[in-house]
């Protein structure tokens, strides 16, 4: 493999006691091989003077089947949202339209600075989005959703409990650990509302006897939260908690609504928060308690959940958007810039277990870099606070060039691995097919 320098940028390394350095970034072997040195050769030199160069962002909830739902789902709360549009057009996906929806999502992505993501795909069709991710060089852990259970369920994502687990651990062998462990698999059953207990606790011991995560939604919205304690008399994350869905390697998206007990429960369990902001935003759901989070040492990371409820999947957007929500509630000491863009980093890569190989500029460390420029009229001057340009002011298209595993994924913003071109009229196409088949347009 080709060495590569990058050269004359700030390295913003996410090191809590040496957090900026300047000098030149070597990669060999995809690893990170030298930091902060001059006077280094390598056989391809990236110039990146006026930039800051930075370890990839990690956003720990995604829907990269959903990316073809831009704006075909807007204006309705969660459950409407879900019943009248999201599953109809799930349920309307071949393995074409998903194949497009990721390639979509995975390029825009990579073009806004995300090298790697936790992501639930829809029932069928999973092993389009992983031969996606495989060629375009990006990180992933995807998941199959699981649903065996619900009543406004249309038939093609409802399934046999049996075979949802089957089907989930043909994928898991399948996929797990491949690409020199670029790719990752995990179970990610929906929600509670659409899984039955049976399911949910196989999920919860088949997850620790293999080895991997679990990925799901809980205490999004209100009258989710309702529901789950109908129909179980617990509260959501109590329910999850009792059937083994909580620890280290159970990442719950949102967290809204949550009692004191249901903090506590995350708090000694290490369970990781999944946070997206604009999507609870967009869908009404509430303002989860980041920051108490936060202080109460639970660990949260960044999301920005699927297209169909965002619309964007920029992480710029997430961490500014966390930011001012919590300096709403709390007052704008909340949440300082080094907080929101370490949790965009490195407290993504723990929160998949992966920070011995991502999320900082770090010897040895696999090469997931990206640089971004920071001299454009909206994030200029910025020679006193860089880490505040980039949290507050800059936007996607200020990333220059992005490194997956060492491998350059994007220069000077011309995707590498993914044909932008083709993706944008495949998509289109694809869309229009798919709205026509869940009978959402004509
Ligand atoms: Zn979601």
């Given at each position: 493999m080709a060495s590569i320098l990058i050269k004359g940028g700030t390295l913003l390394t996410m090191d809590e006691h040496n957090p900026i350095v300047s000098g030149d970034l070597l990669i060999r072997d995809s690893r990170i091989s030298s930091i902060g040195q001059t006077g280094e050769t390598a056989d391809i030199n990236i110039d990146a003077a006026g930039c800051a160069v930075l370890p990839g962002f990690v956003q720990t909830h995604l829907h990269l089947c959903q990316t073809l739902f831009r704006g075909a789902a807007d204006d309705l709360p969660l459950l409407d949202w879900l019943k009248k549009r999201v599953w109809p057009m799930e349920a309307a996906h071949t393995a074409e339209s998903v194949r497009a929806s990721a390639r979509l999502?995975?390029?825009?992505?990579?073009?806004?600075?995300?090298?790697?993501?936790?992501?639930?795909?829809?029932?069928?069709?999973?092993?389009?989005v992983f031969k996606v991710v495989d060629e375009s060089g990006f990180r992933a852990i995807v998941g199959k959703c699981m649903m065996d259970k619900g009543?406004?369920?249309?038939?093609?994502?409802?399934?046999?409990?049996?075979?949802?687990?089957?089907?989930?651990?043909?994928?898991?062998?399948?996929?797990?650990?491949?690409?020199?462990?670029?790719?990752?698999?995990?179970?990610?059953?929906?929600?509670?509302?659409?899984?039955?207990?049976?399911?949910?606790?196989?999920?919860?011991?088949?997850a620790q006897e293999r080895g991997v995560m679990?990925?799901?939604?809980?205490?999004?919205?209100?009258?989710?939260?309702?529901?789950?304690?109908?129909?179980?008399?617990?509260?959501?994350?109590?329910?999850?908690?009792?059937?083994?869905?909580?620890?280290?390697?159970?990442?719950?998206?949102?967290?809204?609504?949550?009692?004191?007990?249901?903090?506590?429960?995350?708090?000694?369990?290490?369970?990781?928060?999944?946070?997206?902001?604009?999507?609870?935003?967009?869908?009404?759901?509430?303002?989860?308690?980041?920051?108490?989070?936060?202080?109460?040492?639970?660990?949260?990371?960044?999301?920005?959940?699927?297209?169909?409820?965002?619309?964007?999947?920029?992480?710029?957007?997430?961490m500014r958007t966390m930011a001012l929500l919590q300096k709403v509630l709390h007052g704008p000491e909340a949440i300082p810039a080094h907080q929101s863009l370490r949790m965009a980093t490195y407290g993504g890569a723990k929160a998949l277990g992966l920070e011995q190989q991502i999320g900082s500029l770090e010897i040895g460390k696999r090469a997931d870099v990206i640089i971004v420029k920071l001299d454009s009229l909206h994030s200029t001057p910025h020679a006193s606070e860089l880490i505040s340009a980039l949290v507050y002011s800059a936007q996607t298209s200020d990333v220059r060039s992005v490194l997956i595993d060492g491998e350059i994924v994007m220069k000077d913003r011309n995707l590498l691995t993914l044909d932008e071109g083709a993706i944008v009229s495949d998509a289109g196409r694809e869309s229009s097919a798919l709205l026509t088949r869940a009978g959402i347009k004509p």
């Open positions: 999502g995975v390029a825009e992505l990579i073009k806004g600075g995300t090298t790697c993501a936790l992501t639930m795909e829809t029932v069928n069709h999973t092993g389009e009543d406004d369920v249309p038939r093609a994502l409802h399934e046999e409990t049996d075979n949802s687990i089957k089907e989930s651990l043909s994928l898991l062998e399948s996929w797990h650990g491949k690409a020199d462990g670029r790719i990752g698999y995990c179970f990610a059953p929906r929600f509670a509302l659409s899984c039955t207990h049976e399911l949910l606790s196989r999920v919860g011991q088949l679990v990925h799901t939604h809980a205490s999004e919205n209100k009258d989710e939260c309702a529901w789950v304690e109908n129909a179980t008399g617990l509260r959501n994350v109590v329910y999850l908690d009792s059937l083994g869905l909580s620890g280290r390697h159970v990442m719950l998206a949102h967290c809204v609504h949550l009692d004191a007990a249901e903090f506590e429960i995350l708090r000694n369990t290490q369970t990781n928060v999944a946070h997206c902001p604009s999507s609870n935003l967009k869908l009404g759901s509430g303002i989860a308690q980041i920051t108490r989070m936060l202080e109460e040492g639970i660990s949260v990371s960044l999301g920005a959940d699927g297209a169909a409820c965002n619309n964007r999947l920029d992480m710029f957007t997430e």
